[in-house]
């Protein structure tokens, strides 16, 4: 009599790692828009970023030996930690209608993915510098504001800025004179076709629902520079498989080993206003 068994399902457990692992990837948002250290190969739990002082150049006199600057480095630890997520496979989904491989391997990615995303979010109240205050709409001259902020201090290449949603749906009013659409102009149009906020002042605008809203319905975002933030990462994605016989199931065990921290305060600017429609 043939029997299903872990070796007939390889395949399946081979789609669901490989769905899960591309929904990971597909779906973190800020992790691409953040400063990256892949430390695999790095012994211990800890990482030390080293910080160097910017240092002034001067004029020279003919014949005069240049003196020398001190230069004294700081640095910013971060400590990497495990999160994961498990869901059960039982016998009878996996004889059962439908696509387990994409449906699981979504939820897992998803959970991972969200995971990563939420815990970079969390580094936005940490930037000393903030616009905005509790119950006051955001506007496109917020973000003007922001990135002069951070040209002041120095930031020369890119920027992105991450809100909530509610944020988005105020900035594309306030682009469009509330969806009027008055001027026509190529930001205006993207806008009211899309629903894309585009790049403004600089600033690559994105949106993300894991933007906590608080009590009084104010929410936290940020406009930063990718050297504002990072992430350690230890071991990226994995999934792994174990049989619970008596449960007539097979665990799915997805885990990740990471740390995130920031880097240089004045890279970041926390955006604070209100977040209701």
Do not use: W
């Amino acid at each position: 009599m043939a029997a299903t068994t872990s070796t007939t399902l390889n395949d399946l457990f081979s789609n669901i790692i490989l769905a899960a692992r591309y929904t990971a990837a597909e779906s973190s948002l800020l992790q691409g828009l953040i400063t990256n250290y892949e430390i695999g190969n790095v012994a211990g739990k800890t990482i030390q970023v080293p910080k160097y002082p910017s240092i002034a150049a001067a004029d020279l006199t003919e014949g005069t030996d240049m003196s020398s600057t001190t230069v004294s480095t700081s640095s910013v630890t971060v400590t990497v930690g495990e999160v994961g997520a498990q869901v059960l496979l039982t016998d009878i989904a996996a004889m059962g209608a439908g696509n387990p491989a994409q449906e699981l391997g979504t939820v897992l990615g998803n959970a991972i993915a969200e995971k990563i995303d939420s815990d970079i979010i969390a580094l936005f109240d940490g930037f000393s510098g903030a616009l905005g205050a509790a119950g006051q709409e955001i506007t496109v001259a917020d973000l003007f504001k922001a990135a002069a902020t951070l040209r002041a201090n120095k930031v020369t290449g890119a920027m992105a800025a991450v809100v909530h949603p509610f944020h988005a749906y105020q900035l594309s009013a306030n682009l469009t004179n509330t969806f009027a659409n008055p001027n026509g102009g190529d930001l205006q149009n993207e806008a009211m076709r899309n629903g894309f906020v585009g790049s403004i002042g600089g600033i690559d605008v994105y949106q993300s629902a894991l933007i906590s809203v608080d009590g009084n319905g104010d929410a936290k975002g940020a406009v930063f520079a990718p050297e504002a933030l990072c992430i350690a990462m230890k071991r990226d994605f994995n999934l792994e498989t174990e049989r619970n016989a008596s449960l007539r199931a097979f665990e799915l065990n997805a885990t990740a080993v990471y740390g995130v921290g920031e880097l240089d305060d004045s890279y970041g600017v926390e955006m604070f206003f209100d977040a209701a429609l």
